[in-house]
């Protein structure tokens, strides 16, 4: 054989082994890799778009790249539907004539996928009233095939359950990222408006795959620059790039900015200087920025400025906003988040004044987005408001990108909380307008810091899109896309991340303690903490552990918080006997030696969540490695260190807690159980001014 031949032979076997790709997590959930080959078998022969917007024709490109890669061959566009042919189309086009019916149940973004037969023609139509739907509909079929599923099979419809989903990014202008574990900001603030990095497309596909239609660019806490013309142009470029994925952009606006860049002497809602500002503003915004979606606020809480520092309420703020943006179709985002226990009374007692265009975005629970809060008691408390609920996904209280801590049992824990605000089956999720989730993102390779974090901001677009979704129900579609639809991947990835949540809060903040962590950078545990100048930021002050109980009492003879809950659930939550006991020493502080469900005292309980919580780790960590066979070995190794992190740091913060429990209590561990491996001394000790996120 010659050289020639030799060099042919090897370029051929080159050509069909394809381009070595790395596994690191970029392509998140939208890997596309082919379908085994009997699936592959039905490929369609052409992709029709009857339609020219950008949006249909970035269904169209993710359906291209999608098809192609699962079938493992181009599939190209054609203008003639040909049998066994995808067709993108509105409801009524020729092609999808014959679901003409299905429009009103679709409504605005809703869409169908079906098998149907036009002329003697079997063509897969994705339809839908608007070409927002079609691009929703066009990333269902994807996920129908990446999820195990045949194409001759397909019927779906679908339509959203909340209007406004939306990212909220705390990332600074700086490049910063408040409470962000993966990397540096995605916006390249100092580069835009020129260069509009590849990387923000697939921010949109990956956000338009899951539904989500909104996202806030810059932090809550924000800077008066944001709304500055230089800062306007950047936004107007990220609006650009997204706009074929149906995201609108919004801006954090800083309540003060129309002193500190329109050199007014004040920010009154009620001065008519300012009001006539936050009008020009809105109109300078609009101009660039056309279909801008609006502001999201944080004012008068933890000492950012607001209407009260003026004797306002909060709807005077929201409402002197609402009128800025009113005449453009945008709406105010106003946070209801301060942490004093008159919260409750700023907000509930102003409900039904507010304005149409303002949401009031409240957290999941009533304190900070703690590993397990009960639901907020403003769900059911203000029936004349559209309210926001507000999740993080960023893990600011979970392990921060470390730890595995599936988050969608959280979210379904809070939207399915039955409020009793209209008698039985008044949920959480019945109750809402929108969905704001904080988000995970940054410039690390994988997006989210690691692999199964991905999975939180995944579950976060399908809850927004559907409260009533169920977890374990996205933790098997998530493992499919992510991974592979092997059912001994997704049966054991799914078992990992169903209890993840809950070990958490076992090691962490059991039986409804909470507030916990080190304090500012919110990593590690103190519950030793006390000295703060605010009593709400000292970990003391949520668990008033003594040495004759521990809880917060917050029945009649303590802060009364209970009586914020519509009667029937107060009715519940004053007795300790029928409060759930996975929210026991949130509403409740009693003896040690109280006797729970189990037939164990308190002592004896709060102990044994400890261990259980430390122990499913070392399961997660048992079952990850047991599929190092079937895991590309990027993805593996950097998920197993991260699971041996989350090991170190579950037995620290249960040593470290229960050093301190019993030096408070000075009872001793019952029987058998293995003692902290330090003293409380070294414990506190321990110091991280370095810490991630702050």
Request: glycine letters at 8%; aromatic letters at 10%; hydrophobic letters at 45%.
């Amino acid at each position: 054989m010659t050289r020639a031949i030799l060099w042919l032979c090897a370029a051929l076997l080159l050509a069909g082994a394809g381009p070595a790709q790395a596994e690191d997590g970029y392509d998140l959930w939208l890997r596309y890799r082919p379908l085994p080959a009997r699936a592959r078998a039905n490929r369609p022969p052409a992709i029709v778009v009857r339609g020219a917007s950008p949006m249909m024709q970035a269904a169209a490109d993710e359906l291209s790249r999608g098809l192609g890669g699962l079938f493992a061959a181009p599939v190209a566009r054609a203008d003639h539907a040909r049998d066994g042919a995808v067709v993108l189309a509105r409801i009524g086009h020729d092609e999808a004539a014959s679901l003409r019916a299905l429009g009103p149940r679709l409504g605005d973004e809703g869409y169908v996928v079906r098998r149907i037969t036009v002329a003697g023609r079997a063509l897969v139509v994705v339809a839908a009233n608007d070409d927002r739907g079609i691009l929703y509909g066009g990333f269902a079929l994807l996920r129908w095939l990446q999820t195990g599923h045949t194409l001759g099979a397909v019927a779906l419809m679908s339509r959203p359950k909340v209007k406004l989903r939306v990212l909220d990014h705390w990332d600074n202008l700086n490049g910063s990222v408040e409470r962000g574990y993966a990397g540096q900001s995605l916006w390249d603030w100092w580069m835009l408006p020129d260069v509009r990095e590849p990387r923000y497309v697939d921010y949109a596909r990956a956000n338009a795959s899951i539904g989500v239609n909104g996202a806030v660019l810059n932090n809550v806490n924000a800077s008066a620059s944001s709304l500055t013309q230089r800062y306007i142009s950047k936004a107007a470029a990220l609006a650009d790039v997204f706009r074929p994925y149906g995201i609108k952009v919004y801006l954090s606006a800083r309540f003060s900015a129309p002193i500190e860049i329109g050199h007014l002497s004040t920010a009154d809602p009620k001065d008519p200087q300012v009001a006539a500002w936050w009008r020009a503003k809105a109109d300078e915004i609009y101009a660039a920025i056309p279909d801008f979606g609006g502001f999201l606020v944080k004012a008068s809480s933890e000492g950012q400025p607001g209407p009260q520092d003026y004797g306002r309420s909060h709807a005077d703020g929201a409402n002197m906003l609402a009128a800025a943006l009113a005449p453009h179709g945008g709406v105010v985002m106003w946070r209801a988040f301060v942490y004093a226990h008159e919260a409750f009374d700023d907000f509930h007692l102003l409900d039904g004044r507010f304005a149409d265009n303002v949401l009031v975005q409240v957290k999941n629970g009533p304190i900070d987005f703690q590993p397990r809060e009960p639901f907020h008691p403003l769900f059911g408390a203000m029936p004349h408001t559209p309210l926001m609920i507000e999740f993080q996904i960023t893990k600011e209280y979970l392990g921060f990108a470390s730890h595995l801590v599936y988050l969608g049992p959280l979210f379904e824990e809070t939207l399915r909380a039955d409020t009793m605000a209209k008698g039985a089956g008044s949920t959480v999720a019945g109750m809402i307008s929108g969905m704001a989730g904080v988000a995970n993102v940054g410039r690390d390779r994988d997006w989210t810091g690691s692999i199964f974090n991905q999975a939180n901001w995944y579950a976060f677009g399908r809850y927004a899109w559907d409260p009533t979704s169920a977890s374990d129900a996205i933790a098997r579609e998530w493992a499919a896309m992510t991974f592979a639809p092997d059912p001994a991947v997704v049966d054991r990835v799914a078992r990992m991340m169903a209890g993840s949540r809950e070990a958490a809060v076992d090691y962490m903040t059991p039986l409804g303690l909470a507030h916990l962590m080190g304090t500012d950078h919110h990593y590690g545990p103190a519950p030793w903490v006390s000295a703060l100048a605010r009593p709400e930021w000292n970990p003391v002050y949520y668990h008033r552990a003594t040495a004759d109980g521990i809880g917060f009492d917050r029945t009649a003879s303590g802060s009364n918080a209970i009586a914020q809950y519509a009667p029937p659930v107060a009715q519940r939550l004053r007795d300790p006997a029928t409060t759930p006991e996975r929210e026991l020493l949130w509403f409740h502080h009693l003896r040690w030696d109280y006797r729970m469900s189990s037939g164990h005292s308190l002592w004896e309980e709060l102990v044994a969540h400890y261990d259980r919580g430390v122990a499913y780790v070392d399961q997660m960590r048992g079952d990850w490695t047991a599929l190092k066979s079937r895991i590309d070995a990027e993805r593996f190794e950097k998920t197993a260190a991260l699971l041996g992190i989350q090991s170190r740091e579950a037995r620290w913060w249960r040593d470290a807690s229960l050093a301190y429990w019993m030096s408070v209590n000075h009872l001793p561990l019952p029987p058998g159980v293995r003692p902290p491996a330090h003293d409380l001394a070294w414990y506190k000790a321990e110091d991280f001014p370095d810490a991630p996120g702050h």
